[in-house]
Nanobody, 125 residues
Framework: QVQLVESGGGLVQPGGSLRLSCAAS????????MGWFRQAPGKEREFVAA????????NYADSVKGRFTISRDNAKNTVYLQMNSLKPEDTAVYYC??????????????????WGQGTQVTVSS
């Protein structure tokens, strides 16, 4: 339904920062709640952050709260994940996802029907 393409991943040292971008190929981008999930090797995919359609409501996993910021630019059909103070445990493939659930901002991956291909984030010294 919604095609999503992530970018911005890479290798960064602990304490560093990265900004992930997710471009959506849909004309009604502002109608979708957007989220970020991640999956580390050997681990289950987990929720990271989500943002409401207008961008005025957000939800974060406790593990990233205060370090990560999700935002969106509806004019550019893009959602971002600013990641600061990165830790080795943040290493994972990060996935962008779109949801038709409006409010409350969902955190369960079952609520997200469209997914990007993922971008690798590696935090290592």
């Amino acid at each position: 339904q919604v095609q999503l393409v992530e970018s911005g991943g890479g290798l960064v040292q602990p304490g560093g920062s990265l900004r992930l971008s997710c471009a959506a190929s849909v004309r009604t981008f502002s109608r979708y709640t957007m989220g970020w999930f991640r999956q580390a090797p050997g681990k289950e995919r987990e929720f990271v952050a989500a943002i409401s359609r207008s961008g005025d409501m957000t939800n974060y996993a406790d593990s990233v709260k205060g370090r990560f910021t999700i935002s969106r630019d509806n004019a550019k059909n893009t959602v971002y994940l600013q990641m600061n103070s990165l830790k080795p445990e943040d290493t994972a493939v990060y996935y962008c996802a779109a949801s038709t659930t409006v409010l409350p901002v969902p955190t369960n991956q079952a609520h997200f029907g469209s997914w990007g291909q993922g971008t690798q984030v590696t935090v290592s010294s």
